[in-house]
């Protein structure tokens, strides 16, 4: 790990300046992923500046059933937040599914969002990878990819996004908002804020140097709507996901009158199903039918030989979510 | 913000504060292993992978592995060595040791302190079923096998 | 009496505190910290070792390499010899060392050691194709590489039924807790290593050759250790480059191998895979068994995983042949792991057993019932208490496997598919030799010193309780260093019976000698120090266990939960019965992890292995471990070793996978025959 300087911001302008002016400064958050990548020598910050301590740790209930919930909120303060359990349980759900109840305690909903993907050879520094060494080549796509993405990859990269959170977030049509150093602010919907690989797998979100994530703002889900979060792992906890699925599902006379699909694990950021959505809405399917309107988002997809379940995964996970949840309903 | 790559930072440890001057780059861990010389909190995978290096801070169960120290600057924290009240274990302590709650006992402080901040965690601790200790336990691994033993520590202490 | 009671362990208290001292924590003033570099190629020779940049920082004392490291004697394992040569045999073994005033100047100057190489091309991937494949003359304890008894082809050609199956197990890591480490520092020519080993008398021996000094000149200590299961037998590379960092600085030196460093710096299991053809009447009769076995070892080392071995034991047959094949790979020299040979071997046969049952129609109980055999099928020697039909008929009722409907595939409530598998398990039981002292005081006071160490099997509450009932009054117990003598490690679950057979020929010639002094203790003490030995030849002599399995399946993702596991075991009589228990338990509950989790992943192109941590390399986590239940049948079995029992250690993981996977079968109807098993096998199944 290369040396670095420490500053502990008081306020967001001022860390802003000291981010957007160094290039190789970063924030830090609870840590939990940055120290990690520090060590791997992955990340080799000059500057750390930490926004911990600013005034985005709390989470805001709208009278009309939205919320804001801070940037610098645990995702341990989240998920014992009553209001979101009570109106998003999709995404308490999500946190409590990922990690460990000591990492919870420590990592941040912006550094949830803003995690690096856990593709073995990024976190590797004695491989090629695009992501971390540009142009360098990506050493997933002849090698060992089995948990990383079928969904929005390039030749250039294959990395999953491996938050929980994110894609609860996705389901909720969440908007993140965003400090610029200039003091204005920048709402990004969910599904915009990470960028798909291209050619360009290093630039991973819209955001610039010195922005800041200071929140996520939740609009009221539908009324009367159910939704879980379900997450399919190798082990029965404190692993990431193979796939995930957020659901947000809207029951009107036995038909899905609305529905909001996200998957996890599967591409380099949440993955909304909107043909799916699209195609279910109206309809009581049966399982098949649910499967079949799952892959009418997969016609993109580049499976790999290692990870191609996937999708079959995914069909088989969304039908199930949606069977139970209009099982509840 | 100093301009040097180390800083001062004053750690409430156990009751008592410590000053420490560290480089940056020191975790909560190492500053309580080597600077401190309370080397009962374990590392295990220095990645926050496996939970052996679990302390207290302000309360809460944080892996310190994943912490820098100049980041923790003025905070509280309870190890391992801070559980027993003098010569007389904490309960938890005692449970472990009468339910064979550890074999080589590397991961067993990070355990102790998971459990209690756990427990803290909980709003009805006496609630919780063997499963639900189990996950939310989850976050310490334990190579020799010794879950059941930690499992049924855990229940005895939170009353269930 | 205390022995076989449920004594808790005597560092209990010191372990709940924080108290317990593990090697890297031993205080010493003025240390250094080293670093390793690993090599990044897979295959080749190093050209340049560019330190450079490393040395400019002052916190930087040294930078170790090939050209200036202390040069070592050839040791037996070529693992040891670390910078002695520029060769690299595969990606992650240590081509430099850095050593440094601080833990983070080492981390950071071995980041900026800059390594060329001259590459060569490497092959990791066990094939049972090439051509190059070894038939080696032994396996790593020393019996033969291959063994026929019969005629395996008319055994095959008089079945009713034959099955050809061929079954595999991933590289595994052992992934102690407590990586390897070691601080290590130089009196002269005394060597101190405070060390997280499995046997300090076998590590000075080790630490005694590679620097050509006798082993009395080496002091280990071994105090507590964080898990071992077979990582930390020998000296490992890690500690091996302590000594030589205190060698060149003159300062203690400190290394903890980081989690990643453990898959390349310190040895895994071994891949394996077995073909197994297995002829059978209808009546279940086994006409045949061949087992063809493949395993791997490193360039530099031949080390062979004893695969087949437990299936010179297990069943009755007249016709039995068993091969071992090696192939040379560029991946780390593997070494034992918990039950090595037979965790993976008894996967295979104890699958191979339960897809018989099926082709024979017959309950998979009853088809080991058919094949007991009288004597050992392999060897014909009788067996010293076998015992195996009171685990599975006692398992069977405990269980209640009676009332299961083998039809595969039919049980599904809900979501949840179930089902059910059995398996047996096996372990040699072995005694070493070892030393040990008893020494009486002039004011009534016992001590028993014996070079062993507690891994965390709960030895040191063991070898107490055994010395405190032969001597009628509580003993001070000393174990941990190597300074106590010659002793084995602890390994091959032997560890206990070897120690406590020295310490209990040790305390009851002191019991003799104090009454041949009429009960009185002289002046200056009294002190006897005697040896155990190995068990004399003529019996086979084996713990084994039965294990019933519970399992559900996710019929949606193919995620199996393992709602119970119960194993019966018939060990002899255990020193301390709470400690066998969870030696028991922690077998089984790594045997599930094994069935669901473990694989160590090579990326063929790269020569390596990729997923090097523990988010990773996933082992069970609490949450994975449900309804585990494990049983000790009371047979004495009082001659088989000096303490009375057999192993325990390993005797928990053995066969628990194959439990695992029979279960999923029944439960889905898929036959998973490659471990682990992923939901994606199960799903493209």
Same mark, same amino acid.
């Given at each position: 790990?290369?040396?670095?300087?420490?500053?502990?911001?008081?306020?967001?302008?001022?860390?802003?300046?000291?981010?957007?002016?160094?290039?190789?400064?970063?924030?830090?958050?609870?840590?939990?992923?940055?120290?990690?990548?520090?060590?791997?020598?992955?990340?080799?910050?000059?500057?750390?500046?930490?926004?911990?301590?600013?005034?985005?740790?709390?989470?805001?209930?709208?009278?009309?059933?939205?919320?804001?919930?801070?940037?610098?909120?645990?995702?341990?303060?989240?998920?014992?937040?009553?209001?979101?359990?009570?109106?998003?349980?999709?995404?308490?759900?999500?946190?409590?599914?990922?990690?460990?109840?000591?990492?919870?305690?420590?990592?941040?909903?912006?550094?949830?969002?803003?995690?690096?993907?856990?593709?073995?050879?990024?976190?590797?520094?004695?491989?090629?990878?695009?992501?971390?060494?540009?142009?360098?080549?990506?050493?997933?796509?002849?090698?060992?990819?089995?948990?990383?993405?079928?969904?929005?990859?390039?030749?250039?990269?294959?990395?999953?996004?491996?938050?929980?959170?994110?894609?609860?977030?996705?389901?909720?049509?969440?908007?993140?908002?965003?400090?610029?150093?200039?003091?204005?602010?920048?709402?990004?919907?969910?599904?915009?804020?990470?960028?798909?690989?291209?050619?360009?797998?290093?630039?991973?979100?819209?955001?610039?140097?010195?922005?800041?994530?200071?929140?996520?703002?939740?609009?009221?889900?539908?009324?009367?709507?159910?939704?879980?979060?379900?997450?399919?792992?190798?082990?029965?906890?404190?692993?990431?996901?193979?796939?995930?699925?957020?659901?947000?599902?809207?029951?009107?006379?036995?038909?899905?009158?609305?529905?909001?699909?996200?998957?996890?694990?599967?591409?380099?950021?949440?993955?909304?199903?909107?043909?799916?959505?699209?195609?279910?809405?109206?309809?009581?399917?049966?399982?098949?039918?649910?499967?079949?309107?799952?892959?009418?988002?997969?016609?993109?997809?580049?499976?790999?030989?290692?990870?191609?379940?996937?999708?079959?995964?995914?069909?088989?996970?969304?039908?199930?979510?949606?069977?139970?949840?209009?099982?509840?309903? | 913000?100093?301009?040097?790559?180390?800083?001062?930072?004053?750690?409430?440890?156990?009751?008592?504060?410590?000053?420490?001057?560290?480089?940056?780059?020191?975790?909560?861990?190492?500053?309580?292993?080597?600077?401190?010389?309370?080397?009962?909190?374990?590392?295990?995978?220095?990645?926050?992978?496996?939970?052996?290096?679990?302390?207290?801070?302000?309360?809460?169960?944080? &892996?310190? %592995?994943?912490?820098? *120290?100049?980041?923790?600057?003025?905070?509280? /924290?309870?190890? $391992?060595? =801070?559980?027993?009240?003098?010569?007389?274990?904490?309960?938890?302590?005692?449970?472990?040791?009468?339910?064979?709650?550890?074999?080589?006992?590397?991961?067993?402080?990070?355990?102790?302190?998971?459990?209690?901040?756990?427990?803290?965690?909980?709003?009805?601790?006496?609630?919780?079923?063997?499963?639900?200790?189990?996950?939310?336990?989850?976050? &310490?691994? %334990?190579?020799?096998? *010794?879950?059941?033993?930690?499992?049924?520590? /855990?229940?005895? $202490?939170? =009353?269930? | 009496?205390?022995?076989?009671?449920?004594?808790?362990?005597?560092?209990?208290?010191?372990?709940?505190?924080?108290?317990?001292?593990?090697?890297?924590?031993?205080?010493?003033?003025?240390?250094?910290?080293?670093?390793?570099?690993?090599?990044?190629?897979?295959?080749?020779?190093?050209?340049?070792?560019?330190?450079?940049?490393?040395?400019?920082?002052?916190?930087?004392?040294?930078?170790?390499?090939?050209?200036?490291?202390?040069?070592?004697?050839?040791?037996?394992?070529?693992?040891?010899?670390?910078?002695?040569?520029?060769?690299?045999?595969?990606?992650?073994?240590?081509?430099?060392?850095?050593?440094?005033?601080?833990?983070?100047?080492?981390?950071?100057?071995?980041?900026?050691?800059?390594?060329?190489?001259?590459?060569?091309?490497?092959?990791?991937?066990?094939?049972?194709?090439?051509?190059?494949?070894?038939?080696?003359?032994?396996?790593?304890?020393?019996?033969?590489?291959?063994?026929?008894?019969?005629?395996?082809?008319?055994?095959?050609?008089?079945?009713?039924?034959?099955?050809?199956?061929?079954?595999?197990?991933?590289?595994?890591?052992?992934?102690?807790?407590?990586?390897?480490?070691?601080?290590?520092?130089?009196?002269?020519?005394?060597?101190?290593?405070?060390?997280?080993?499995?046997?300090?008398?076998?590590?000075?021996?080790?630490?005694?050759?590679?620097?050509?000094?006798?082993?009395?000149?080496?002091?280990?200590?071994?105090?507590?250790?964080?898990?071992?299961?077979?990582?930390?037998?020998?000296?490992?590379?890690?500690?091996?480059?302590?000594?030589?960092?205190?060698?060149?600085?003159?300062?203690?030196?400190?290394?903890?191998?980081?989690?990643?460093?453990?898959?390349?710096?310190?040895?895994?299991?071994?891949?394996?895979?077995?073909?197994?053809?297995?002829?059978?009447?209808?009546?279940?009769?086994?006409?045949?068994?061949?087992?063809?076995?493949?395993?791997?070892?490193?360039?530099?080392?031949?080390?062979?995983?004893?695969?087949?071995?437990?299936?010179?034991?297990?069943?009755?047959?007249?016709?039995?042949?068993?091969?071992?094949?090696?192939?040379?790979?560029?991946?780390?020299?593997?070494?034992?792991?918990?039950?090595?040979?037979?965790?993976?071997?008894?996967?295979?046969?104890?699958?191979?057993?339960?897809?018989?049952?099926?082709?024979?129609?017959?309950?998979?109980?009853?088809?080991?019932?058919?094949?007991?055999?009288?004597?050992?099928?392999?060897?014909?020697?009788?067996?010293?208490?076998?015992?195996?039909?009171?685990?599975?008929?006692?398992?069977?009722?405990?269980?209640?496997?009676?009332?299961?409907?083998?039809?595969?595939?039919?049980?599904?409530?809900?979501?949840?598919?179930?089902?059910?598998?059995?398996?047996?398990?096996?372990?040699?039981?072995?005694?070493?030799?070892?030393?040990?002292?008893?020494?009486?005081?002039?004011?009534?006071?016992?001590?028993?010193?014996?070079?062993?160490?507690?891994?965390?099997?709960?030895?040191?509450?063991?070898?107490?309780?055994?010395?405190?009932?032969?001597?009628?009054?509580?003993?001070?117990?000393?174990?941990?260093?190597?300074?106590?003598?010659?002793?084995?490690?602890?390994?091959?679950?032997?560890?206990?019976?070897?120690?406590?057979?020295?310490?209990?020929?040790?305390?009851?010639?002191?019991?003799?000698?104090?009454?041949?002094?009429?009960?009185?203790?002289?002046?200056?003490?009294?002190?006897?120090?005697?040896?155990?030995?190995?068990?004399?030849?003529?019996?086979?002599?084996?713990?084994?266990?039965?294990?019933?399995?519970?399992?559900?399946?996710?019929?949606?993702?193919?995620?199996?939960?393992?709602?119970?596991?119960?194993?019966?075991?018939?060990?002899?009589?255990?020193?301390?019965?709470?400690?066998?228990?969870?030696?028991?338990?922690?077998?089984?509950?790594?045997?599930?992890?094994?069935?669901?989790?473990?694989?160590?992943?090579?990326?063929?192109?790269?020569?390596?292995?990729?997923?090097?941590?523990?988010?990773?390399?996933?082992?069970?986590?609490?949450?994975?471990?449900?309804?585990?239940?494990?049983?000790?049948?009371?047979?004495?079995?009082?001659?088989?070793?000096?303490?009375?029992?057999?192993?325990?250690?390993?005797?928990?993981?053995?066969?628990?996978?194959?439990?695992?996977?029979?279960?999923?079968?029944?439960?889905?109807?898929?036959?998973?025959?490659?471990?682990?098993?992923?939901?994606?096998?199960?799903?493209?199944?």
């Amino acid at each position: 790990m290369r040396p670095f300087r420490y500053a502990r911001a008081t306020d967001p302008g001022a860390a802003a300046t000291l981010v957007a002016g160094v290039p190789d400064a970063v924030y830090l958050g609870g840590g939990t992923n940055l120290v990690d990548l520090m060590k791997l020598g992955v990340l080799r910050p000059g500057l750390v500046v930490d926004v911990s301590g600013l005034p985005y740790d709390v989470v805001e209930h709208d009278p009309d059933g939205g919320a804001l919930i801070g940037g610098a909120v645990r995702n341990h303060r989240l998920a014992r937040d009553e209001g979101v359990g009570r109106r998003f349980p999709a995404l308490t759900e999500a946190v409590l599914a990922g990690a460990s109840g000591q990492i919870r305690t420590q990592a941040t909903v912006a550094g949830n969002l803003l995690q690096r993907t856990r593709c073995p050879y990024f976190q590797n520094t004695s491989t090629a990878c695009n992501k971390r060494a540009p142009g360098s080549g990506c050493s997933a796509i002849p090698g060992v990819h089995r948990d990383l993405a079928v969904l929005g990859t390039s030749d250039a990269c294959v990395a999953s996004h491996p938050s929980d959170l994110a894609v609860a977030l996705a389901a909720y049509d969440a908007v993140v908002e965003v400090r610029r150093p200039d003091g204005v602010q920048r709402l990004v919907p969910i599904h915009e804020l990470h960028r798909l690989p291209g050619a360009t797998p290093w630039i991973e979100t819209v955001l610039e140097p010195g922005d800041l994530i200071t929140g996520v703002r939740l609009p009221p889900p539908p009324a009367g709507a159910l939704a879980t979060y379900r997450k399919v792992r190798d082990r029965w906890a404190y692993a990431f996901a193979v796939v995930s699925v957020a659901a947000v599902l809207r029951i009107e006379a036995g038909r899905i009158a609305q529905a909001r699909v996200a998957l996890g694990g599967v591409a380099p950021r949440p993955w909304r199903l909107w043909p799916t959505e699209r195609a279910l809405v109206g309809t009581d399917p049966t399982d098949d039918e649910v499967r079949a309107a799952t892959r009418l988002a997969f016609a993109d997809a580049r499976p790999l030989p290692g990870n191609a379940f996937k999708l079959d995964l995914a069909a088989d996970l969304v039908a199930a979510v949606l069977r139970d949840l209009r099982a509840a309903a | 913000m100093s301009d040097q790559p180390h800083g001062e930072v004053v750690l409430r440890v156990n009751g008592a504060d410590q000053v420490l001057a560290v480089d940056n780059r020191v975790t909560l861990l190492d500053a309580l292993r080597e600077h401190l010389r309370l080397t009962g909190t374990k590392k295990g995978c220095d990645h926050g992978q496996c939970g052996a290096c679990t302390v207290l801070l302000d309360g809460e169960r944080a &892996n310190s %592995c994943l912490l820098f *120290a100049v980041a923790v600057d003025g905070r509280t /924290v309870t190890t $391992v060595e =801070g559980l027993a009240d003098g010569d007389e274990l904490h309960p938890l302590q005692r449970a472990f040791i009468a339910h064979d709650a550890f074999q080589c006992g590397y991961c067993t402080p990070g355990q102790l302190c998971s459990a209690i901040g756990m427990l803290a965690e909980a709003a009805a601790p006496q609630d919780l079923d063997d499963a639900e200790i189990s996950e939310r336990m989850s976050g &310490n691994l %334990c190579r020799c096998g *010794a879950y059941l033993g930690i499992v049924a520590a /855990v229940r005895e $202490v939170a =009353g269930g | 009496m205390t022995a076989g009671t449920g004594l808790s362990r005597l560092e209990g208290r010191e372990k709940v505190m924080g108290a317990a001292r593990y090697a890297y924590e031993h205080p010493v003033e003025d240390a250094l910290y080293v670093w390793p570099v690993a090599a990044t190629v897979g295959s080749g020779t190093v050209v340049e070792v560019d330190a450079a940049a490393a040395l400019a920082d002052p916190a930087v004392v040294t930078v170790l390499d090939h050209t200036n490291a202390p040069r070592l004697r050839p040791a037996q394992i070529a693992d040891q010899l670390v910078l002695q040569s520029p060769a690299v045999a595969w990606r992650g073994q240590i081509v430099a060392g850095v050593v440094a005033t601080t833990p983070e100047a080492a981390r950071e100057g071995a980041e900026q050691v800059v390594v060329r190489y001259a590459e060569r091309p490497h092959h990791v991937v066990l094939d049972p194709a090439d051509p190059a494949l070894e038939l080696p003359g032994e396996l790593f304890g020393g019996q033969p590489g291959s063994f026929a008894k019969g005629d395996v082809d008319a055994g095959l050609a008089a079945a009713d039924v034959v099955l050809d199956r061929v079954y595999t197990t991933p590289a595994q890591h052992h992934n102690p807790m407590e990586t390897v480490a070691t601080t290590a520092w130089w009196s002269g020519e005394r060597l101190v290593v405070h060390d997280s080993n499995q046997g300090p008398w076998i590590a000075a021996v080790g630490f005694g050759q590679l620097w050509d000094i006798p082993p009395e000149q080496v002091e280990v200590v071994t105090e507590h250790v964080g898990g071992g299961f077979g990582a930390k037998v020998r000296p490992t590379p890690g500690a091996v480059l302590a000594t030589m960092a205190a060698r060149v600085t003159g300062r203690p030196c400190k290394l903890m191998l980081t989690r990643q460093h453990m898959f390349t710096m310190s040895p895994g299991r071994s891949a394996t895979r077995s073909r197994f053809r297995l002829g059978a009447r209808r009546d279940g009769t086994l006409t045949a068994v061949d087992h063809d076995a493949l395993q791997y070892s490193s360039p530099i080392h031949e080390f062979v995983e004893q695969t087949g071995l437990a299936t010179r034991t297990m069943y009755a047959t007249d016709n039995l042949r068993i091969i071992h094949r090696l192939a040379r790979l560029n991946l780390p020299t593997p070494r034992v792991m918990r039950a090595p040979g037979h965790t993976p071997g008894m996967f295979a046969l104890e699958s191979a057993m339960d897809e018989l049952a099926y082709a024979l129609d017959l309950d998979p109980l009853a088809l080991r019932l058919a094949n007991e055999p009288a004597v050992d099928p392999a060897s014909g020697e009788p067996f010293a208490g076998r015992h195996l039909v009171d685990c599975l008929t006692v398992g069977a009722d405990r269980f209640g496997w009676a009332a299961r409907d083998p039809t595969p595939g039919v049980r599904r409530h809900g979501r949840w598919l179930f089902g059910t598998g059995l398996a047996a398990s096996v372990y040699p039981a072995y005694q070493r030799v070892a030393t040990a002292t008893a020494r009486a005081e002039p004011d009534g006071s016992f001590s028993v010193s014996v070079g062993a160490v507690d891994i965390g099997t709960g030895a040191r509450t063991a070898l107490w309780q055994l010395a405190t009932d032969l001597l009628g009054s509580p003993v001070e117990i000393h174990i941990g260093r190597s300074s106590y003598g010659n002793a084995p490690v602890a390994g091959g679950s032997s560890g206990t019976a070897s120690w406590g057979g020295a310490v209990r020929n040790a305390c009851t010639a002191l019991r003799e000698r104090l009454a041949g002094h009429g009960g009185a203790v002289p002046a200056d003490g009294l002190e006897v120090t005697a040896e155990s030995t190995p068990l004399p030849p003529g019996r086979s002599r084996h713990s084994f266990g039965a294990h019933f399995c519970a399992v559900r399946v996710d019929a949606d993702t193919g995620q199996v939960r393992v709602d119970r596991l119960l194993g019966v075991f018939a060990h002899g009589r255990p020193l301390n019965a709470r400690t066998a228990h969870s030696q028991l338990i922690g077998g089984m509950v790594m045997g599930v992890s094994m069935a669901l989790h473990e694989q160590t992943v090579v990326d063929p192109r790269l020569g390596m292995f990729v997923n090097h941590d523990l988010a990773q390399y996933h082992v069970a986590t609490n949450a994975d471990i449900h309804g585990l239940e494990a049983h000790s049948l009371e047979r004495p079995d009082d001659d088989i070793t000096l303490v009375g029992g057999k192993g325990i250690g390993e005797l928990g993981i053995v066969g628990a996978a194959a439990a695992v996977a029979n279960a999923v079968h029944h439960a889905t109807g898929v036959r998973v025959r490659d471990l682990p098993i992923t939901l994606e096998r199960l799903r493209g199944g």
